[in-house]
């Protein structure tokens, strides 16, 4: 199945597990940096992803926006489903603005990262 094709539940799945697999590349006891060039494509590359969260993140909550204006959601906690909606509207909302906050941070690292070279 090519990426396209893909379900939103599956890509964030695959994006997961790709940030799993750096995680143990990017290990005192990885290989996946050996030149500072790597850890400043890393990061730039990590500065991308960042950047490009709040549109996904707002995207999942216009979309359980419009399921609750379509009168298609339910909670089992047995509060108001409008209190239910609210905090995941709150909670993206938030998490957006981190990512976006994480971009900026990223941003500066990268720029950071920009004149390190390999002494050999």
Avoid: C
């Avoid at 695959?14 to 400043?40: I, K, M, S």
């Avoid at 047995?78 to 957006?96: C, F, H, T």
């Amino acid at each position: 199945m090519t990426r396209e094709n893909m379900a939103a539940v599956e890509l964030s799945d695959a994006a997961a597990e790709a940030v799993r697999q750096l995680n143990h590349a990017t290990r005192a006891t990885g290989d996946g940096l050996e030149y500072p060039g790597d850890a400043y494509t890393t990061v730039a590359n990590l500065k991308t992803l960042a950047q490009r969260l709040p549109q996904a993140l707002e995207q999942i909550e216009a979309f359980i926006t419009g399921l609750h204006a379509d009168g298609h959601l339910t909670s089992d906690r047995g509060r108001p489903i409008e209190d239910e909606v609210d905090a995941v509207e709150a909670s993206l909302k938030w998490a957006a603005g981190d990512a976006e906050l994480l971009a900026e941070r990223l941003d500066q690292a990268h720029s950071a990262l920009s004149p390190l070279g390999y002494a050999e």
